[in-house]
């Protein structure tokens, strides 16, 4: 019987290369043949400014997607977190692999954890979400913006152009640098990103061998937590331009879903939870969605992309 070949379409940076290289390394045990395919995207080349400037969805994703859709790769590997809720016609989301952690982590080289930062620390993060909830818990710090890849920002923080800095766990466990985490700032103290910590498998939904292969490496629990996280962005029409936090977990066999929508600066912190049978996330997600927009996250986020 003939190996199935499998390339994979990924980003060049570190983590990208770390994730899309895992996922090889599953779809080889399965009996395929993987080779890797390396696509810059837009996210990519454009590293000045924020995030939300360089276009509200898709930044990291769309090039990689393209290659899938032309033939060019079988099988996108994306952070979830970056993959926008609105499905790309032709493609399928064909797996969601266990979720590593959903947490925030603080690295500083001067204080053991947030509340001991020197008042006015200089607080580097590429996230309005994390923005948000860093000054809202903590008003006299300085947020600042960071980009550039997770090597790039540590070596910024090390240079002593930031007091500390704020970057997804999982990131760190996956390179290897969970040594540097000074404190992992977990929910419900702040909320993850919409899939933080969760990969998302994509494929031409006409692709019938690598969709079997994928379904081998999809995670139920990741699959339903995640979906309801963005079954309430998708409702919220929240994307990287809007400070919006989601953890879904499954807990004593119910789904479990807290969000959160919140004013850049802090001031305006809008929560809500809502739990049912793990088969129903999706209406789970715009049971949170409908709560935060009856507390106003419509206004919010409206105020929040002006």
């Not at 933080?196 to 692709?207: S, Y």
């Not at 409908?290 to 992309?305: D, F, N």
């Amino acid at each position: 019987m003939t190996k199935p070949h499998v390339r994979i379409g990924t980003r060049g940076s570190q983590l990208a290369l770390w994730q899309a290289n895992w996922v090889a390394d599953q779809l080889r045990q399965l009996g395929a043949i993987v080779e890797l395919v390396e696509i810059t995207t837009s996210g990519d080349t454009q590293q000045t400014g924020p995030i939300a400037a360089v276009g509200l969805q898709g930044v990291f994703t769309k090039e990689v997607q393209a290659a899938v859709l032309a033939g060019e790769a079988d099988v996108a590997v994306h952070s979830l977190k970056d993959l926008p809720t609105e499905q790309v016609t032709g493609l399928v989301l064909g797996a969601i692999p266990e979720r590593e952690n959903v947490a925030d982590a603080l690295v500083t080289n001067q204080a053991p954890s947030l509340v001991n930062l020197q008042p006015g620390a200089r607080v580097g993060t590429g996230s309005l979400r994390r923005h948000s909830q860093l000054k809202h818990l903590r008003p006299d710090l300085e947020v600042l913006g960071i980009r550039g890849n997770v090597d790039t920002r540590l070596r910024k923080l090390d240079d002593g152009d930031y007091d500390a800095i704020v970057l997804a766990a999982a990131g760190l466990q996956r390179l290897g640098w969970g040594n540097r985490i000074t404190e992992l700032l977990e929910p419900p103290q702040m909320l993850p990103a919409v899939g933080q910590g969760a990969l998302g498998l994509e494929c031409r939904e006409d692709d019938q061998v690598a969709m079997e292969l994928l379904s081998h490496l999809d995670h139920h629990e990741t699959h339903q937590s995640t979906t309801a996280e963005r079954a309430m962005l998708a409702m919220l029409h929240g994307g990287c331009s809007v400070p919006v936090g989601g953890w879904g977990r499954v807990e004593n066999g119910k789904l479990v879903l807290d969000g959160l929508v919140a004013n850049v600066e802090g001031t305006q912190v809008l929560k809500a939870t809502a739990s049912g049978e793990i088969a129903t996330a999706e209406q789970i997600g715009q049971q949170v969605a409908e709560q935060l927009l009856s507390q106003g996250a419509a206004e919010i986020i409206a105020a929040a992309r002006a």
